[in-house]
């Protein structure tokens, strides 16, 4: 009996792992009915970017404080590439054939895969990240500052030029100036910020002057002034930022496994219950799962996000005519399920002591086998359909005889089951929520 109960936790704690995975992958199904392959790659980048925080400012420390900390850093690097994904790659092609967006989502998986393992030790490509970065900063200023209306649809990117030129022209200057001369006094930097935004301005002006023609609103030059000096800003604060923190650490390649460091609380001596053991990791993942399960409910049912996301899943052509902006409840939808795939990659990285580029390979189909086994497209099935996932793997490797047992056919055990429910339960354990739509 302690065998089972034992091989019952194994299974629950599993089971958390792909439920926390698959709730990314329903929340987008039910919003866009596109099964993202890539959101396994968003799970491991979650745990990547929980790495570089500590890495980054507390290395080598183990305090129990730190982990919040991580958390953070692996929702900004799984929120940034999963929104990114689904603007630069998915947003193109949603009225597109369905085999489009899914062919585009395993391209994805495989480019994210090579990128960590091929750049994670050479962090130069920082430098690239933050330039784009820096624009965006530079744009999002001036739209804030400024009065004008630029989302029109026909206009937008014409009424956005001067901004857009801004940021550019400023990022464009100070790329030049540090690709010539890295190391720059605190005299010259400044120097540098003052002619980038002087640069931007014209830049931004000349674009603005260019696109008048067919822009409905006109953006001040004071604005276009505040923009190209905040990307200018941001540009130089990040090289501060690079020269002294990052260049300064010994980034370990992701070729190979890489430790994932151990926390106070969340990590050590197993806890013994009645003869059962119970890892601190298994006792944060659960928990993780029962936290998250409970404010995503909150948020689907209480908010007005949540309400619009009800309703671009069912009709979204009438949620747009009733106000609601699509656009947004489908990033709301990617960023919701990056959320929780950064959490269970901190999860696997407890748990299994190290973190490597592969890791969201297989973590991913078998969250989507969760999904599926759930019902895909319900949020609440997803967690059922993981934790029965964990269990019957962790049962069917205890009890399984002869040489269809043992841990080394779990997987095989994982898929038989992903068939048996589409051959005889398509919908899922708890149903699909279809709608029908005139």
Not at 370 to 387: F, P
């Amino acid at each position: 009996m302690d065998q089972f109960f034992q091989q019952l936790v194994n299974g629950l704690t599993l089971g958390s792992l792909y439920a926390l995975i698959a709730v990314g992958y329903t929340v987008v199904y039910g919003i866009v009915q596109l099964i993202n392959f890539a959101h396994g790659e968003v799970f491991m980048i979650g745990a990547f970017g929980a790495l570089t925080t500590y890495l980054l400012f507390f290395d080598g420390q183990t305090s129990v404080w730190i982990l919040p900390v991580m958390i953070v850093g692996a929702i900004i690097a799984s929120v940034g590439t999963a929104v990114a994904m689904e603007r630069v790659a998915y947003r193109p092609l949603r009225n597109a054939p369905r085999l489009a967006p899914l062919i585009t989502a395993i391209g994805i998986s495989v480019f994210l895969q090579e990128f960590v393992r091929l750049f994670y030790e050479r962090p130069e490509w920082t430098v690239v990240a933050f330039a784009v970065i820096a624009v965006g900063v530079g744009y999002y200023v001036g739209s804030v500052l400024t009065k004008a209306d630029l989302n029109h649809q026909t206009t937008k990117w014409y009424d956005r030029a001067p901004l857009i030129g801004a940021a550019l022209g400023a990022v464009a200057l100070w790329v030049v100036v540090r690709l010539i001369e890295p190391d720059l006094s605190v005299v010259l930097a400044l120097g540098v910020i003052v002619l980038g935004a002087v640069v931007g301005t014209a830049v931004g002006w000349l674009a603005g002057l260019a696109a008048r023609g067919r822009a409905q609103s006109e953006v001040k030059l004071l604005t276009v002034v505040e923009a190209a000096a905040a990307a200018i800003v941001f540009s130089e604060l990040f090289w501060v930022f690079y020269k002294q923190v990052i260049t300064s650490i010994t980034w370990p390649s992701a070729k190979q496994r890489i430790p994932f460091p151990q926390i106070d609380v969340v990590t050590g001596p197993a806890l013994d219950v009645s003869g059962v053991t119970i890892q601190r990791s298994a006792i944060f993942t659960v928990a993780a799962l029962a936290v998250c399960a409970v404010l995503l409910w909150f948020f689907i049912n209480r908010t007005r996000l949540g309400r619009g996301m009800q309703a671009v899943s069912q009709d979204p052509d009438t949620a747009r005519l009733m106000g609601i902006n699509v656009d947004r409840i489908i990033v709301v939808a990617f960023a919701l399920g990056a959320v929780l795939a950064a959490i269970a990659g901190i999860s696997q990285g407890f748990q299994n002591n190290n973190i490597d580029f592969r890791m969201g390979f297989l973590a991913g189909l078998k969250a989507f086998t969760a999904a599926v086994l759930g019902g895909i497209g319900n949020v609440y099935g997803a967690v059922v359909g993981g934790l029965v996932l964990g269990v019957v793997e962790a049962l069917a490797t205890q009890y399984i005889p002869g040489r269809f047992g043992g841990g080394s056919w779990k997987d095989v055990w994982a898929f038989v089951i992903l068939i048996l429910v589409l051959v005889f339960r398509p919908q899922g354990l708890l149903g699909a929520r279809v709608v029908d739509r005139a």
